[in-house]
């Protein structure tokens, strides 16, 4: 009897058990998200009144975060990569500041993404160094001593339940930062992200981390900056190919790209569901994922009205110290200079077409080290992905300058053949012929150059041919040339001329392209360096603005007071928001 009853009670045990283990509920979670910040802390908006007000910044979003907090929801705050550098105000200390803000604002959890290696790696390690949240990324890889730099995963745990965010880096960041950053004073590469010379190197490195972490944790979550844009479907790096090639993810919060994706579905290696999504950039939104029992929901939110003071106070302090250095008036502008369509602003042109900001920034370089330096330049050039905003007419001031050019890139003038030159046209041409329907534009890419001193022809009809090499290098150009009939001012005869291929011609630019292989632009790396660090590039601007003829107090801005009428035909249209015709595209669709 004893015996059957002690069955009995072992019974009831297991089943109580059991019971509860069915029941286990899993807790809810709610991740707050941002991406491709770029140190956009002061963006405005206008009420109905039409007055200027602040829109969305980041001490709102810390705000929700304890809003969510106080109503005992379990909450983490991440970001997918870029938050300090493209502004001034991410720029003008290198950063420090808007990492002092990330704390105060709550933030957990980040990757980095290409432009958090702008200030070298010397300025990434001062992030990690201050920083009070963690980066990760999992195919970041020092190659001196052959392991990972950064944790490729972070685990939360809510009462029963676990998540896991797992951090992955763009394969581009090599080219689109500055590559010398990432090499020794030999100039052999001792850092590297993984799937730069093969696209599956990335997706096994994601994997592998998958694979460490998915038995342990409820949901897995990329946490990449890898973008979802024509260039990187081209060379396999989108978020979307990441998630198709492997197991495991539950959704994957994007950045790069600059896409405003809620949520889109995408199918793993193994046909189930991740949801993939991204805020845009600049802070034009931010995200909010909840995870239930029900699933994963995401949703978009463009203002959040609560401030969170402390956080306010630190940016007003930023914005403050910036504007007060920098905002002192230099010029005026009688015209807009624009890096996007006149007629639809959403539509960037720069990093596709010539606009007159792109002339009128090579324009300032070519200037500056004919005139100002007092050397001799034949030629100038600036990849479009380094020009950043629209300059409305009026006042211009130093913070004008730094607002379009905000990288704090050095110029230098270097001696280089004209091949050399014909095929770093040749290389920012991958894209322009096609259409980006999601933002209803042309596709675009960081390495398109806008020039001076310089004029050519692009057919869209001609393969595009450039071939790279495991580094993302230009190596050569193994078909036709989509760049045809390149002319070359002659300050002596006051005329354009073909391009020599055999002559040298003097380069001014960026130490970024011309020195530092930036864009992949690898085809100056051997040139001569006549000089380097000439000035920084947002000061070479602004002494432009004020070399103008004055009206007045200031120089104004326009064609016929500009310094360069000096040189007779010269192409010069600043009026023009398509510029002067110094890029004529042929046989484009649309």
């Not at 730099?149 to 965010?165: C, P, Q, R, W």
């Amino acid at each position: 009897m004893k015996k059957l009853f002690g069955v009995f009670l072992l019974i009831i045990l297991a089943l109580g058990i059991s019971s509860c283990a069915d029941s286990k509920i899993k807790e809810d979670i709610t991740i707050i998200y941002t991406n491709d910040i770029h140190g956009y802390i002061a963006n405005t908006t206008k009420d109905t009144d039409n007055n200027v007000i602040p829109s969305l910044r980041i001490n709102n979003i810390s705000a929700y975060k304890k809003k969510l907090i106080s109503e005992n929801k379990n909450v983490l705050l991440v970001d997918a990569g870029d938050e300090v550098q493209g502004s001034v105000y991410g720029a003008i200390d290198k950063g420090n500041e808007m990492i002092g803000i990330m704390n105060k604002a709550g933030y957990d959890l980040a990757t980095p993404g290409n432009h958090d290696f702008d200030f070298g790696m010397e300025g990434f390690n001062k992030f990690k160094e201050n920083a009070e949240f963690k980066y990760i990324s999992c195919n970041f890889k020092s190659l001196t001593e052959n392991k990972n730099v950064l944790d490729s995963y972070k685990i939360y745990e809510f009462g029963n339940t676990k998540i896991a965010f797992i951090g992955v880096t763009t394969p581009e960041t090599i080219t689109s930062s500055t590559p010398a950053f990432f090499q020794n004073e030999n100039g052999e590469f001792i850092y590297t992200f993984l799937g730069l010379s093969n696209k599956n190197d990335l997706y096994e490195s994601v994997q592998s981390a998958i694979n460490e972490v998915r038995s342990k944790v409820d949901y897995v979550i990329g946490l990449g900056h890898l973008g979802v844009g024509i260039d990187e479907e081209r060379l396999g790096y989108r978020s979307i190919d990441v998630i198709n090639n492997t197991t495991g993810f539950d959704a994957f919060i994007d950045g790069h790209s600059h896409t405003l994706m809620e949520r889109e579905v995408v199918k793993t290696m193994d046909n189930k569901d991740c949801v993939l999504t991204q805020t845009g950039f600049y802070l034009d939104g931010f995200g909010e994922m909840n995870i239930t029992n029900s699933g994963i929901s995401t949703k978009i939110l463009d203002k959040y009205d609560e401030t969170d003071t402390e956080v306010k106070a630190l940016e007003d302090h930023l914005v403050n110290s910036v504007n007060t250095e920098l905002g002192r008036k230099i010029a005026v502008l009688e015209q807009p200079l624009l890096i996007t369509n006149p007629v639809k602003s959403t539509q960037r042109l720069v990093r596709a077409r010539e606009t007159n900001l792109g002339d009128f920034t090579a324009d300032s370089i070519y200037w500056y080290i004919n005139d100002y330096k007092n050397l001799d330049c034949d030629i100038s050039f600036v990849n479009g992905g380094g020009i950043r905003a629209n300059v409305p007419a009026g006042d211009l001031t130093y913070l004008t300058a730094k607002t379009v050019e905000t990288f704090g890139n050095q110029i230098c003038l270097i001696k280089t053949k004209g091949i050399n030159i014909k095929n770093a046209i040749e290389m920012g041409l991958s894209v322009f012929e096609k259409w980006d329907t999601d933002w209803d534009c042309p596709a675009e890419t960081g390495g398109f150059l806008q020039v001076s001193g310089i004029k050519f022809e692009a057919d869209a009809n001609i393969p595009y041919s450039v071939t790279l090499d495991d580094n993302k290098m230009f190596k050569s150009v193994d078909g036709a040339y989509r760049v045809k009939n390149i002319m070359v001012y002659n300050k002596n005869t006051s005329s354009y001329e073909a391009l020599d291929e055999n002559k040298e011609y003097t380069v001014g630019g960026i130490n970024y392209i011309l020195r530092n292989s930036g864009n992949g632009l690898s085809m100056f790396k051997k040139s001569e360096v006549i000089l380097d660090y000439i000035a920084e590039d947002y000061m070479v601007l602004a002494e432009y603005m004020k070399s103008f003829t004055k009206s007045g107090d200031y120089p104004l801005v326009n064609n016929s007071n500009s310094p360069l009428n000096k040189y007779s035909n010269f192409l010069i249209d600043y009026e023009n928001p398509n510029g002067a015709g110094r890029i004529i595209l042929l046989n484009l669709n649309k």
